[in-house]
Every structure is written in structure tokens, then in C-alpha cells.
């Protein structure tokens, strides 16, 4: 029976329209996702430093998790959440559009603190469905750290210093950190009620989100990105002028500690952030670099959502990092970002020796070199031209050459291929431990 399609079917294949992926959720490929590699993997290697674990929470929480926590009129939930029924019991779930929550939701039902505070992080993909834009998504990752059980402003400044030192092992520059305190639920309010006031004399000025939030969350006002609003908010009342003595010690405290530590940073009166669980401390490192999606990190204290998910109450504060913008902003800055070229090609010129070499290549793996293997098609592995050919194109440094002859010296021919006037040597597979690492030089 023949192998090759029907008329009739091939017509059927092509009746099909291609399949794409959905707006604003894109696929890593292998070229991009060797730097998303890289970053996580320095990330994992700081955290452990500090001393911070590392946690894994299900991309599908309850949609009420993110209501109570989040806050019921914020831009989140109100608009951004991909919140759908199970069609098997009517569960109201929600994607992830965050992952704070759902790590203190893990806490609290594994009872985490019952022997004492916890240093946590995580990484992983997050929805928001929201109109996609460079270094905003509707599926984006996320890298986040997660302090619980910890109330001191030092807990404070040791989160926002690992996001400093991160910014160090990345060679990330021009990123600058800016500081608020929302003080505590008392003085919110006091606040609230002068917000209020002052809003309602300007309701002329305010927008539509500002007016249907003036009496459920007039704090969010002051986090508008409309021009027009920017006189009314900037003569708006400051909340630092009404925290009392309790919350601006803790504040000062951690300004003494980045002080302290050489860290830069501005004070703004208007930043509230994003979420209505953040109390005390808050933060955001910003760039200008990437237009209007300036915030690179940002996070703060939220002494009152464990409680609010159901746990005893306990302090926690935490930053979480938009992984895109992180790699897009060190493009832009010109920083070398690995890719996934292999240390080395090697070239078999006689598939008959190909069980010999695939065990050195093993070795050289072992080794810690990157090999990649010419693949062959079904008429054999290929003439020494093509050959040579791929291994340009793969990006290697170096061709192995597993010819007849080497074979039989037990040697191997070693080309270099990005290195001008680099001359071809011959090394011994009888040890390959005393050169292996040579491999490993340009890559």
C-alpha cells in the first residue's frame, strides 16, 4: 500500500485553517527561552543565598481568593481577571492573575507558620486579560519573593535589597526604587474621608473610573494615568501626612537601613500600587526605558492578608517582577543575554561509527561540554561539506571531527569556527577530561 496521501485527503489537510496562538499569549522558542533560563537560573542561586525556598501553586485558584484579597473595585478584578464556571460542579475558578494570594492561600491551608516565619519565592506564568502591548501581556511570567510571618522594617529592606543585589548579578543598571508608606487601616481611613473631600470639589476634572471610585477606593485615584487628572491629584492630601508616630518609625527605620546599605531611592506620595492588600511599606523599581510600562519590580508590606484568606493573623511582605520587562530592558540596554548554541558540532563522516562516537559525545556531556550531533537522513549521515555547513549554522565554536582515520589513533580533530585564524588540532579521546574544558572557552 502506498505511503502517499490521497488526492481526496490532502484536500480534506488543506480545507484546515492554520491554528494560532491567542492574542497576547506568545511561545518562548528555543532561541529566546535560553535567556529566560539563564535568568531564572541566576535567580535561584541568589535566593538560595538569602535563604528563600522556593513554593508552587496551581495556575487555577478559586475566583474568590483574588476578589477578597485583591479587593473587589480594583483594575484586576474588575476587569482583567479570565474567571470562568467548572462546568462539572459550578465552581466559580479564576487564572491566576497574581501569585501573592494564592501563596498565602498555600500558607494558610498547610499551616506553614506554625514553626515560624517563612522566606518563599516562585516563578511562573500569570493572565490578565488586558490590551497587549510590549512588556504587557495577557499570559506574562512573573518571579516573586514572599517574606510571612516577619513584622520588622528590617524584613522590609532585606526584600528590597535582593532585588537590588539581583539587579547586580544581572548587570541591570538604570533602574531607580521608589518608596511610600500606606500606613495602617486607622490612618487609611483619615486619609479616605480628606481624599473624598478633596475629589468631590473637582468632580468636574475626574474621569469615569475616578468618579465610580470616589466613594469605594478614592486611594486608586491617585494612581491614574490620566493627564488630565494630574493637577487634582498632585494637590491632593498625602497620606504621610496623617500616619502617626508607630508607622512613620517603622518607615524611617527602613530608610536608615537602605541608607545604610548605599541604596538609592525617592520618596512618592503617590504611590499606592496596584492591590488593596498592601499596608505600611510600599515600593516599585522603574525604568524609562521601556515607554509607558515602567515598572520593572514592585511589591510591599501586607500585614492583613493572611487573615483575610482564612489564617491567623501574621505580617508578610513581598515583590513580584514582570520576567519579560527584566529581559526586554536588558536588551535594550545592550546587555549579552546566553543563547542555545552548542559548545560543539561533531561531525561523523562514516555512520558506521556512529555507536563508537555517540559514546565519547556522552563523555564530553558528562564533561559539562554542549554537543550536538549532526543528524542524518535515511540515505546516511551526510557528505563532510553539508556536514560542515550545519555546524557553521548551529552557532558551535568548535567542530569535532570523528573521521576514519582519527578513529583509528583514537583521537578526534578539533576545528575551531568563530575563531579567526584559529588552526585545527588533534586531541586524544583516551582523556578527554585534560581538554574537554577547552570546548567551553568561546561558547
Same mark, same amino acid.
Given at each position: ?6 488526492k481526496e485527503?490532502?484536500?480534506k489537510?488543506?480545507a484546515?485553517k492554520?491554528?494560532?496562538a ?5 511561545d518562548?522558542?528555543p532561541?529566546?527561552s535560553?535567556k529566560?533560563e539563564w535568568?531564572e537560573g541566576v ?7 538569602y535563604a528563600?525556598?522556593n513554593?508552587r501553586?496551581?495556575i ?5 481568593l ?10 484586576i478584578?474588575?476587569k482583567?481577571?479570565?474567571s470562568?464556571?467548572?462546568r462539572?460542579?459550578?465552581?466559580a475558578?479564576t487564572l491566576r492573575p497574581e501569585s501573592t494570594?494564592g501563596?498565602v492561600r498555600a500558607?494558610v491551608?498547610?499551616?506553614m507558620?506554625?514553626?515560624?516565619g ?10 490578565r486579560h488586558?490590551?497587549p502591548?510590549?512588556g504587557r501581556?495577557?499570559q506574562f511570567?512573573q518571579i516573586g519573593a514572599e517574606v ?8 522590609d529592606?532585606e526584600?528590597?535589597l535582593?532585588a537590588h543585589?539581583?539587579?547586580?548579578a ?5 533602574v531607580r526604587?521608589?518608596?511610600?508608606s ?6 487609611r ?6 481624599l473624598?473631600?478633596?475629589?468631590e470639589?473637582?468632580?468636574a476634572v475626574l474621569?469615569?473610573d475616578?468618579k465610580r ?14 493627564p ?7 494637590s491632593?492630601?498625602q497620606?504621610?501626612n ?5 508607622s ?6 527602613l530608610?536608615?537601613?537602605?541608607d545604610?546599605?548605599g541604596v538609592?531611592?525617592s520618596?512618592n ?9 498592601y499596608?505600611l511599606?510600599?515600593?516599585?523599581f522603574?525604568?524609562?526605558?521601556l +515607554?509607558?510600562q515602567?515598572t %520593572? ?7 492583613? =492578608?493572611? #487573615?483575610?484568606? @482564612?489564617?491567623k493573623?501574621?505580617p508578610?511582605?513581598g ?10 530592558l536588558?536588551e535594550e540596554?545592550?546587555v549579552?543575554?546566553?543563547d542555545?548554541?552548542p559548545?560543539a558540532y ?7 561509527n556512529?555507536?563508537?562516537?555517540l559514546?565519547y559525545l ?8 554542549n554537543?550536538?550531533?549532526h543528524?542524518g ?13 550545519k555546524?557553521?549554522t548551529s552557532g558551535?565554536a568548535?567542530?569535532?571531527?570523528? +573521521?576514519?582515520?582519527?578513529l %583509528?589513533q583514537?583521537?578526534?580533530s578539533?576545528?575551531? =569556527?568563530r #575563531?579567526v585564524g @584559529?588552526?585545527q588540532?588533534?586531541e586524544s579521546?583516551?582523556?578527554?577530561d585534560?581538554w ?8
Amino acid at each position: 500500500m502506498s505511503d502517499i496521501p490521497s488526492k481526496e485527503f490532502s484536500s480534506k489537510l488543506s480545507a484546515f485553517k492554520k491554528i494560532t496562538a491567542v492574542k497576547g499569549m506568545n511561545d518562548v522558542l528555543p532561541g529566546e527561552s535560553a535567556k529566560w533560563e539563564w535568568l531564572e537560573g541566576v535567580v535561584r542561586n541568589l535566593m538560595a543565598r538569602y535563604a528563600y525556598r522556593n513554593i508552587r501553586t496551581p495556575i487555577v485558584e478559586p475566583t474568590a481568593l483574588f476578589v477578597r484579597g485583591l479587593g473587589e473595585v480594583t483594575d484586576i478584578v474588575e476587569k482583567e481577571m479570565y474567571s470562568f464556571e467548572d462546568r462539572l460542579n459550578g465552581e466559580a475558578l479564576t487564572l491566576r492573575p497574581e501569585s501573592t494570594a494564592g501563596v498565602v492561600r498555600a500558607v494558610v491551608e498547610h499551616n506553614m507558620l506554625y514553626e515560624g516565619g517563612k522566606r518563599l519565592y516562585y516563578m511562573g506564568p500569570m493572565f490578565r486579560h488586558e490590551r497587549p502591548q510590549r512588556g504587557r501581556y495577557r499570559q506574562f511570567h512573573q518571579i516573586g519573593a514572599e517574606v510571612l510571618g516577619f513584622q520588622g522594617p528590617e524584613i522590609d529592606a532585606e526584600v528590597i535589597l535582593l532585588a537590588h543585589d539581583l539587579w547586580l548579578a544581572i548587570g541591570l543598571k538604570n533602574v531607580r526604587l521608589e518608596l511610600n508608606s500606606l500606613g495602617q487601616p486607622p490612618e487609611r481611613l483619615s486619609h479616605r474621608a480628606a481624599l473624598i473631600t478633596h475629589f468631590e470639589k473637582h468632580q468636574a476634572v475626574l474621569d469615569e473610573d475616578a468618579k465610580r471610585r470616589l466613594y469605594t477606593n478614592p486611594l486608586r485615584i491617585l494612581d491614574t494615568k490620566n493627564p488630565a487628572m494630574k493637577e487634582v491629584v498632585e494637590s491632593a492630601p498625602q497620606l504621610m501626612n496623617f500616619l502617626g508616630e508607630a508607622s512613620l518609625a517603622h518607615f524611617n527605620a527602613l530608610r536608615q537601613i537602605l541608607d545604610a546599605n548605599g541604596v538609592r531611592y525617592s520618596l512618592n506620595p503617590r504611590l499606592v500600587r496596584g492591590m488593596d492588600y498592601y499596608n505600611l511599606t510600599v515600593f516599585e523599581f522603574i525604568t524609562d526605558q521601556l +515607554g509607558s510600562q515602567g515598572t %520593572v519590580c514592585g511589591g510591599g508590606r501586607y500585614d492583613y =492578608l493572611i #487573615e483575610q484568606v @482564612g489564617g491567623k493573623p501574621a505580617p508578610a511582605v513581598g515583590w513580584a517582577l514582570g520576567l519579560e520587562r527584566v529581559l526586554a530592558l536588558l536588551e535594550e540596554q545592550g546587555v549579552q543575554l546566553p543563547d542555545a548554541t552548542p559548545d560543539a558540532y561533531a561531525i561523523v563522516p562514516d555512520a558506521s561509527n556512529l555507536p563508537l562516537v555517540l559514546n565519547y559525545l556522552r563523555q564530553l556531556r558528562a564533561l559539562g561540554v554542549n554537543v550536538q550531533m549532526h543528524a542524518g537522513s535515511g540515505e546516511g549521515v551526510g557528505s563532510m561539506k553539508s556536514q560542515f555547513k550545519k555546524a557553521d549554522t548551529s552557532g558551535a565554536a568548535f567542530a569535532l571531527i570523528f +573521521g576514519a582515520d582519527e578513529l %583509528v589513533q583514537n583521537t578526534v580533530s578539533v576545528k575551531p =569556527l568563530r #575563531e579567526v585564524g @584559529g588552526a585545527q588540532r588533534t586531541e586524544s579521546l583516551a582523556n578527554l577530561d585534560t581538554w574537554a574544558h577547552s570546548l567551553q572557552s568561546i561558547s
